[in-house]
């Protein structure tokens, strides 16, 4: 299963040079309400409630601070992703095959790949869970699938509002409990954090096997493309490398496979 990272070009020259991809914790999302909240299971404003609305809160303090995301799409054409996540259509469109990624496992990701469909609602869900676990989870400190909590993973991680839907986004989801400054290992597997714009980002290093397409924007400029290009080749030969065009009679985006400019001036 081949899922996509729309990404700025120097970012997608890190994913390919390194063979890292990168988790970032809800709260340095660009969207403040897609942070993890639980139902508000009280009913009530009594003070004697006080003490259980702290205990909830911090939970989901601690489900935001413990927690690393990594965001992917299913789709490499998408237009309105092109325009946000990749320079308006400057940047790369990473292909990443989430099987050979270690990112389907039930043992070391949260939420693996298969179960990350993110779902779209009009307003926030405030019923009680409906589910009955049979097993305990720790909060921020679950490494593996807790399958029986699926139905509460899903509120806390996977619900956005409805105005997001044309992502498409499907999450990864996994623990950073133990993660540490530079590099570490925990249960869900080895991080490298590094410091962009003053925020943490969590990178995870994939088989580079695990990378299989790029995509370059349109408006990708071709001197930085080719030397991608070469590069890519020789750390990856197994790569398919295509560029985006915007199709005539349209308003959707077309890839053919990659012609660096030598090879143009050879035609």
Known sequence: MILYKYVPFKAGQQIIETATIGFSRPEHFNDPFDTPVYPDESGSMALDRIP??????GKQLLWGQRTGVLSLTRTPTNPLMWAHYAEQHRGLVIGIDVVAA??????????????GNVIYVSRRLNQPFIGKPTTGIEVGGTHHFPQDHY????RLFLH????WSYEEEVRVVKCLQGVTPGESETPSGKFTVIDINGRPLYLVAVPREAIREIHFGFRSDDHPSDELYYRAKELMPHLLMLQCHLLPGSFSIGADEYTTIADAMAL
Request: proline fraction near 7%; include cysteine.
């Open 102 to 115: 270690g990112l389907t496992g039930e043992a070391h990701n949260l939420i693996p790949a298969q179960y």
């Open 160 to 163: 956005k509002p409805l105005c």
């Open 52 to 57: 259980e609305r702290i205990h909830v809160m």
């Open 151 to 154: 139905e509460e993973l899903q």
